[in-house]
């Protein structure tokens, strides 16, 4: 016996290694396998952990796993914090390891209501709950990092066009309540038929929606030529003549390409933090005209007061200004009331962004031959959100999605990946394409039927130009009430699971 206990001891650390191992594939990798790496890994972690757990693995066990797999991912957390945040490395070890750590107790949180309802009602009741406690956890839980492990499945065409119908959460609820089903079955010993019901329903439903993903209601199509600057400028550096060198790169590429075209208009992309140390949130005539005399509609990320902006400009139109309305946690604002936030601020010497709001008026509306192009930016980890960008899309009755990013941050990590990685169902989700300018890396376009682009390395430069031409599709995941109605179908089933199986005594 005590040599059994021995042995466990010794192997569950080796355990843990592994687990945290399959977890990182699913979210460090894009496009390897052909695509195929990171739905498979997002599938067969919770089928491990789950299995673990419903064997009776004590929690510690559990969320070192979970604490491993984002010591993977996120490793480049503390190395920001120090060299970036300007933090003693003791500090950034300290932060690194707190996010680390709070991260990793909300997936424990998920196992363990899906062990209590394992154990009293069986697999039923565990597949739901896993499904239900994922989906509310990262629909409306606090994350440092907002993130979904629903956007694994955006790595497929055909897979991430069911987040149309379900959202990057509800595929998330997918996955766990899979994971349950099927790691509650090996541990009844459960026949292989009933094993693998839990996968053959989810691939019989990617390929449903898939087909139906054809079926829904399109509008007439959009066309755009696209141009992306990526300068690789130092992030947070400001220094005269930004803006004129990235008016040298641009209008190299507009004479290249022969833009702007009559018979569409072009869309000029700058990033986040293109242009720093002015207060652009006042009409210039002089940034209406550069647009005019180009021809072109003119979309930049620039700053005014502690606020953190995306201005447009067209000819023969009022400028558009847009403020990041969700400034990151800590990052680039202090969680929490007004006065635990001032007195953070104080306390580390930082000075928190104001957030933007969103109106009517938050897309940018741009002439085209065939009617008005309204375009709505996401400001860098605003894109993130599902919940922001539909709002977004919704208020401004936007076409079109952009993002302009500021990931110089990161220097040469994984970041640049993990971000474009977990922004790419937003395109399908909405039914319109999504347009990614960065600072130093990756650009890229994402397209509403699931296919994507990414470009170049991370601190490099360049520039690309795209036609694009689509129809935006009216998606299920466009209304405010899929995730409450989702939600609320899992919790019923709940209660229904527990009250049949533990009837009332007479």
Same mark, same amino acid.
């Given at each position: 016996?005590?040599?059994?206990?021995?042995? *466990?001891?010794?192997?569950? @650390?080796l355990e843990?290694?592994?687990?945290?191992?399959?977890?990182v594939?699913g979210?460090?990798? %894009?496009e390897?396998?052909? *695509?195929?790496?990171e739905p498979?890994?997002?599938?067969?972690?919770?089928?491990?952990?789950?299995?673990?757990?419903?064997?009776?693995r004590?929690?510690f066990?559990?969320?070192?796993?979970?604490?491993?797999?984002?010591i993977l991912?996120?490793?480049?957390v503390?190395?920001t914090?120090?060299?970036?945040g300007?933090?003693?490395w003791?500090?950034a070890?300290l932060?690194g390891?707190?996010?680390?750590?709070?991260?990793?107790?909300?997936?424990?949180?998920?196992v363990?209501?899906? !062990?209590?309802?394992?154990?009293?009602?069986?697999?039923?009741a565990a597949?739901?709950?896993?499904?239900l406690a994922?989906?509310?956890?990262?629909?409306?839980?606090?994350?440092i990092?907002?993130?979904?492990w629903?956007?694994?499945?955006?790595?497929?065409p055909?897979?991430?066009?069911s987040?149309?119908?379900l959202g990057s959460?509800?595929?998330?609820?997918?996955a766990?309540?899979?994971?349950?089903?099927?790691a509650?079955?090996?541990?009844?010993?459960a026949?292989?038929?009933?094993?693998?019901?839990?996968?053959?329903?989810?691939?019989?439903?990617?390929?449903?929606?898939?087909?139906?993903?054809?079926?829904?209601?399109?509008?007439?199509? /959009?066309?755009v030529?696209a141009?992306?600057i990526?300068?690789?400028f130092?992030?947070?550096q400001?220094?005269a003549?930004?803006?004129?060198?990235?008016?040298?790169?641009s209008d190299a590429?507009?004479?290249?390409?022969?833009? %702007?075209?009559?018979?569409?208009?072009?869309?000029?992309?700058w990033?986040?933090?293109?242009?720093?140390g002015?207060?652009?949130?006042n009409?210039?005539?002089?940034?209406?005209?550069?647009?005019s005399r180009?021809g072109?509609?003119?979309l930049f990320?620039?700053e005014g007061?502690?606020?953190?902006?995306?201005?447009?400009e067209?000819?023969?139109? %009022?400028?558009?200004l847009?403020a990041?309305?969700? %400034?990151? @946690?800590f990052?680039? /604002?202090?969680?929490? @009331?007004?006065?635990?936030? +001032?007195?953070?601020d104080?306390q580390?010497?930082f000075?928190s962004?104001?957030p *933007?709001?969103?109106?009517?008026?938050?897309?940018?509306?741009?002439p085209?031959?065939?009617?008005?192009?309204?375009i +709505?930016p996401?400001?860098?980890?605003?894109a993130?959100?599902?919940?922001?960008?539909r709002?977004?899309?919704?208020?401004?009755?936007?076409?079109?999605?952009?993002? +302009?990013?500021?990931?110089?941050?990161?220097?040469r990590?994984?970041?640049?990946?993990?971000?474009?990685?977990?922004i790419?169902?937003?395109?399908t989700?909405?039914?319109?394409?999504l347009?990614?300018?960065?600072?130093? *890396?990756?650009?890229?376009?994402?397209?509403?039927d699931?296919?994507?682009e990414?470009?170049?390395e991370?601190?490099t430069?360049?520039? /690309?130009?795209?036609?694009?031409?689509w !129809?935006p599709? +009216?998606? @299920?995941?466009?209304?405010a009430l899929?995730?409450?109605l989702?939600?609320?179908?899992?919790?019923?089933?709940?209660l229904?699971?527990?009250?049949?199986?533990?009837?009332r005594k007479?």
């Amino acid at each position: 016996m005590i040599a059994q206990e021995r042995t *466990g001891w010794l192997l569950r @650390p080796l355990e843990a290694a592994v687990l945290a191992g399959i977890f990182v594939l699913g979210f460090r990798f %894009p496009e390897a396998l052909g *695509g195929w790496l990171e739905p498979v890994a997002a599938l067969l972690f919770p089928i491990l952990l789950l299995e673990a757990a419903f064997r009776g693995r004590k929690a510690f066990w559990l969320w070192l796993s979970l604490v491993g797999g984002l010591i993977l991912i996120f490793y480049w957390v503390p190395a920001t914090l120090a060299t970036k945040g300007g933090l003693p490395w003791a500090v950034a070890l300290l932060g690194g390891g707190l996010f680390y750590g709070y991260e990793a107790l909300g997936f424990l949180l998920v196992v363990l209501a899906a !062990r209590t309802l394992f154990k009293r009602a069986g697999a039923p009741a565990a597949a739901v709950g896993a499904a239900l406690a994922i989906l509310v956890w990262e629909a409306w839980g606090f994350h440092i990092y907002t993130w979904s492990w629903g956007s694994a499945f955006g790595a497929l065409p055909w897979t991430a066009r069911s987040a149309a119908f379900l959202g990057s959460h509800g595929l998330a609820a997918l996955a766990w309540g899979v994971g349950a089903w099927t790691a509650a079955s090996l541990v009844e010993g459960a026949p292989l038929r009933r094993t693998l019901a839990g996968l053959a329903l989810a691939l019989g439903l990617f390929v449903t929606l898939g087909g139906a993903w054809q079926l829904l209601p399109r509008d007439s199509q /959009r066309q755009v030529d696209a141009v992306l600057i990526q300068p690789n400028f130092i992030p947070g550096q400001r220094a005269a003549g930004m803006e004129a060198d990235l008016w040298r790169r641009s209008d190299a590429v507009l004479r290249e390409q022969g833009l %702007p075209k009559v018979e569409r208009p072009t869309l000029l992309l700058w990033p986040e933090s293109a242009v720093l140390g002015r207060d652009d949130r006042n009409p210039d005539p002089r940034l209406a005209a550069e647009a005019s005399r180009r021809g072109i509609a003119w979309l930049f990320g620039t700053e005014g007061g502690l606020l953190n902006l995306v201005r447009g400009e067209v000819a023969g139109r %009022p400028m558009f200004l847009q403020a990041k309305t969700d %400034p990151m @946690p800590f990052g680039e /604002r202090m969680p929490g @009331p007004a006065p635990l936030r +001032h007195w953070l601020d104080q306390q580390l010497g930082f000075t928190s962004q104001e957030p *933007g709001e969103l109106s009517s008026d938050c897309a940018f509306s741009v002439p085209a031959p065939g009617g008005e192009l309204r375009i +709505h930016p996401l400001i860098c980890s605003e894109a993130l959100s599902p919940a922001r960008a539909r709002w977004g899309l919704t208020l401004g009755r936007a076409d079109l999605l952009t993002n +302009h990013t500021n990931d110089g941050w990161f220097d040469r990590t994984v970041a640049t990946d993990l971000h474009a990685v977990q922004i790419r169902l937003r395109a399908t989700e909405l039914g319109v394409p999504l347009l990614r300018a960065t600072l130093t *890396g990756k650009s890229g376009v994402f397209r509403e039927d699931g296919r994507f682009e990414l470009w170049g390395e991370p601190l490099t430069e360049g520039a /690309r130009t795209l036609t694009l031409a689509w !129809r935006p599709i +009216h998606t @299920p995941a466009r209304s405010a009430l899929l995730l409450p109605l989702i939600a609320a179908g899992l919790a019923a089933a709940c209660l229904l699971l527990g009250w049949k199986l533990h009837p009332r005594k007479p």
